[in-house]
C-alpha cells in the first residue's frame, strides 16, 4: 500500500480559511455504505440520522493558545514556540522556529512576564525548555498565546473559542479535534432529547496527527502517540450501548482512535488511561465505531487512511471528488461529512 494511493488535487479555494458561523450551518456530506449512497444536508441535519439508543462519542480535550512569539534574552532575535506536551510542572516539549538560535542554555523572553531556557535537543528537532515566571502559567499563556492554526489557514482568528469545541474541557491539545467544532449547545441538546447518549473521552492532540507521512510504503510509517483517556462512567455507557444494539457513532478521527485502543476484539470498551499510537489503515478491523462524523482530510494523510479503512480507499476517493464538485470547504474550518 503506497503513500501516493490516498493523493487528491485540492486546489486552494476549497480550504476554509475561517471557521462557519453558526457552526452547525457547515454542509454535511452524507455517506451510506451499505448501498453507497451519497447524500449533500448541512450539519443541523445530523439528528435526522441518528436514533434513540445510538451513542455520539466526543473528544472533550481544549487547544492551548499553544503559539508564542518572543524574543532571544541577549541579542533580541524573533523566536517562535509552539507547545507540545507538558513534562511537569514547567517544563515542556516544543518545537522552536528558526531552530538554529534555539540550542541548549539560551534564554527567551515572551513579552515581559514570561521566560525560557532551552535544556535538551531532542533527535526528532523538538527542544525541552524550562519556563519561568511569577504567577499561574496557564493565565499567562492566555494573555499572550494565540492559537495554533495549521499552516494552510492565513486568514486571523478573531476570536479564540472559534477553535475550540463548546464541549471542551481539559486543556492539553496543540491541535482541535475539528469534527467537533460543528457542534453547538442547542444541537447537543436536540440530540440528547432524542434519547442519543453523549458521552465524553480524552485525547490531546498533537501535531502529528497532522504532519505528512514521508515514507513510500503506509507500513513503513512510525504513527506518533498522545495521551488519552476513558473513564469508568463512559465504558460503562458505551458498553451497555452496544450490548442494547444502539450503534457507536465517532466525533472525529480522535475519538475514533481513542476507542479503537481500548476496545478489545469481543467490543469491548475498557477504561484506561495512557498513551496510544494505534494507526487505522485499510484492512484494519474496526472493533468499536461503526460510524463516524469527520472533516474532509489532507492528502496522503493518516487521517485520510483511517477514514479510508472504515470502507474503502476508492469509496473515499469518490466521495471526496463528489464534495469538491458540490463546492464543499476541506480542512479544519471546512465542512463535515458522516459515514453510516
Same mark, same amino acid.
Given at each position: 500500500?503506497?503513500?501516493?494511493?490516498?493523493?487528491?488535487?485540492?486546489?486552494?479555494?476549497?480550504?476554509? /480559511?475561517?471557521?462557519?458561523?453558526?457552526?452547525?450551518?457547515?454542509?454535511?456530506?452524507?455517506?451510506?455504505?451499505?448501498?453507497?449512497?451519497?447524500?449533500?444536508?448541512?450539519?443541523?441535519?445530523?439528528?435526522?440520522?441518528?436514533?434513540?439508543?445510538?451513542?455520539?462519542?466526543?473528544?472533550?480535550?481544549r487547544v492551548l493558545p499553544a503559539r508564542l512569539f518572543g524574543e532571544r534574552v541577549d541579542t533580541?532575535?524573533?523566536?517562535?514556540?509552539?507547545? &507540545?506536551?507538558?513534562?511537569?510542572?514547567?517544563?515542556?516539549e516544543i518545537l522552536a522556529r528558526p531552530g538554529k538560535k534555539a540550542k541548549p542554555g539560551i534564554?527567551?523572553?515572551?513579552?515581559?512576564?514570561?521566560?525560557?531556557?532551552?535544556?535538551?535537543?531532542?533527535?526528532?528537532?523538538?527542544? $525541552?525548555?524550562?519556563? #519561568?515566571?511569577?504567577?499561574? !502559567?496557564?493565565?499567562?499563556?492566555?494573555?499572550? *498565546?494565540?492559537?495554533?492554526?495549521?499552516?494552510?489557514?492565513?486568514?486571523k482568528l478573531e476570536d479564540k473559542e472559534m477553535y475550540q469545541t463548546v464541549y471542551s474541557k /481539559?486543556?492539553?491539545?496543540?491541535?482541535?479535534?475539528?469534527?467537533?467544532?460543528? !457542534?453547538?449547545?442547542?444541537? &447537543?441538546?436536540?440530540?440528547?432529547?432524542?434519547?442519543?447518549?453523549?458521552?465524553?473521552?480524552? &485525547?490531546?492532540?498533537?501535531? *502529528?496527527?497532522?504532519?505528512?507521512? /514521508?515514507?513510500?510504503?503506509?507500513?513503513?510509517?512510525?504513527?506518533?502517540?498522545?495521551?488519552?483517556?476513558?473513564?469508568?462512567?463512559?465504558?460503562?455507557?458505551?458498553?451497555?450501548?452496544?450490548?442494547?444494539?444502539?450503534? $457507536?457513532?465517532?466525533?472525529?478521527?480522535?475519538?475514533?482512535?481513542?476507542?479503537?485502543?481500548?476496545?478489545?476484539?469481543? *467490543?469491548?470498551?475498557?477504561?484506561?488511561?495512557?498513551?496510544?499510537?494505534?494507526?487505522?489503515?485499510? *484492512?484494519?478491523?474496526?472493533?468499536?465505531?461503526?460510524?463516524?462524523?469527520?472533516?474532509?482530510?489532507?492528502?496522503?494523510?493518516?487521517?485520510?487512511?483511517?477514514?479510508?479503512?472504515?470502507?474503502?480507499?476508492?469509496?473515499?476517493?469518490?466521495?471526496?471528488?463528489?464534495?469538491?464538485?458540490?463546492?464543499?470547504?476541506?480542512? #479544519?474550518?471546512?465542512?463535515?461529512?458522516?459515514?453510516?
Amino acid at each position: 500500500m503506497k503513500t501516493s494511493d490516498f493523493y487528491y488535487d485540492l486546489p486552494k479555494e476549497f480550504i476554509a /480559511q475561517t471557521p462557519t458561523e453558526p457552526r452547525d450551518h457547515a454542509k454535511l456530506l452524507v455517506y451510506n455504505r451499505s448501498i453507497k449512497k451519497i447524500e449533500h444536508k448541512h450539519f443541523y441535519d445530523l439528528p435526522d440520522y441518528l436514533k434513540k439508543g445510538d451513542c455520539l462519542v466526543i473528544n472533550e480535550t481544549r487547544v492551548l493558545p499553544a503559539r508564542l512569539f518572543g524574543e532571544r534574552v541577549d541579542t533580541g532575535s524573533f523566536i517562535e514556540f509552539l507547545l &507540545l506536551k507538558r513534562i511537569d510542572t514547567n517544563t515542556w516539549e516544543i518545537l522552536a522556529r528558526p531552530g538554529k538560535k534555539a540550542k541548549p542554555g539560551i534564554k527567551f523572553k515572551f513579552g515581559n512576564e514570561l521566560f525560557a531556557e532551552v535544556i535538551d535537543v531532542r533527535d526528532d528537532g523538538n527542544r $525541552i525548555v524550562k519556563f #519561568s515566571y511569577d504567577g499561574i !502559567f496557564e493565565e499567562i499563556l492566555d494573555r499572550l *498565546g494565540t492559537m495554533p492554526l495549521p499552516p494552510y489557514i492565513t486568514e486571523k482568528l478573531e476570536d479564540k473559542e472559534m477553535y475550540q469545541t463548546v464541549y471542551s474541557k /481539559q486543556t492539553g491539545s496543540a491541535a482541535a479535534p475539528t469534527a467537533g467544532l460543528h !457542534f453547538t449547545p442547542e444541537l &447537543l441538546d436536540k440530540i440528547k432529547s432524542m434519547g442519543v447518549e453523549v458521552v465524553p473521552v480524552l &485525547l490531546h492532540v498533537g501535531l *502529528g496527527t497532522f504532519r505528512p507521512v /514521508q515514507v513510500d510504503d503506509v507500513l513503513n510509517h512510525k504513527m506518533h502517540s498522545e495521551y488519552y483517556c476513558v473513564n469508568d462512567d463512559a465504558a460503562k455507557k458505551i458498553n451497555a450501548c452496544r450490548k442494547n444494539g444502539g450503534r $457507536i457513532i465517532s466525533v472525529g478521527t480522535t475519538s475514533c482512535r481513542t476507542l479503537e485502543s481500548v476496545t478489545d476484539t469481543n *467490543g469491548i470498551v475498557h477504561s484506561k488511561s495512557g498513551d496510544t499510537d494505534i494507526f487505522i489503515y485499510p *484492512g484494519y478491523k474496526f472493533n468499536a465505531v461503526d460510524c463516524l462524523i469527520t472533516n474532509f482530510h489532507l492528502p496522503e494523510s493518516t487521517l485520510l487512511m483511517l477514514v479510508s479503512a472504515l470502507c474503502s480507499k476508492e469509496e473515499i476517493m469518490n466521495v471526496y471528488e463528489t464534495a469538491k464538485e458540490n463546492g464543499y470547504k476541506f480542512f #479544519s474550518f471546512g465542512d463535515a461529512m458522516i459515514i453510516i
